[in-house]
C-alpha cells in the first residue's frame, strides 16, 4: 500500500507559477512510476505528466509541455511537479499518482495508487 499526499496547490494569477509536491509514504518508492493528472467538474481526469521509477524518462500532455515540469527525488519519496507560465485553463483539481511499475503510462487505468488532490486555481 501506497499513501500520497499532495501540496502546493493554491490561487495564482495568470503567467504565474507553482511547484506541486506529492510526498509518499507506504512501500519502496523507486519501485513506482509516478503522475499527475487533474480533473474539473463534469470532466474525466486528464493526463498531465508522468515519469518513470528513476527519473530518465517523463512525458506529458501536449497541452502543458514546456510550461510544466515533473520531477523526483527518490531519497525524500516526493515527486515534484513545476507548473510555470499558467493559464485559466489549467485550473483544476490535481491528483498526484502511482503505478506498480516502473515505467510511466499516460492512462488514469494504469494507476493504482490516488491522492486525495490539490485544487490550483489560476486567475486573469
Known amino acids: 500500500q501506497v499513501q500520497l499526499v499532495e501540496s502546493g496547490g493554491g490561487l495564482v494569477q495568470t503567467g504565474g507559477s507553482l511547484r506541486l509536491s506529492c510526498a509518499a509514504s507506504g512501500r519502496t518508492f523507486n519501485n513506482y512510476a509516478m503522475g499527475w493528472f487533474r480533473q474539473t467538474p463534469g470532466k474525466e481526469r486528464e493526463f498531465v505528466a508522468a515519469i518513470n521509477w528513476i527519473g530518465y524518462s517523463t512525458y506529458y500532455a501536449d497541452s502543458v509541455k514546456g510550461r510544466f515540469t515533473i520531477s523526483r527525488d527518490n531519497a525524500k519519496n516526493t515527486v515534484y511537479l513545476q507548473m510555470n507560465s499558467l493559464k485559466s485553463e489549467d485550473t483544476a483539481l490535481y491528483y498526484c499518482?502511482?503505478?506498480?511499475?516502473?515505467?510511466?503510462?499516460?492512462?488514469?487505468?494504469?494507476?493504482?495508487?490516488w491522492g486525495q488532490g490539490t485544487q490550483v486555481t489560476v486567475s486573469s
Open positions: 499518482t502511482a503505478r506498480d511499475g516502473s515505467g510511466a503510462r499516460r492512462s488514469p487505468l494504469d494507476y493504482t495508487y
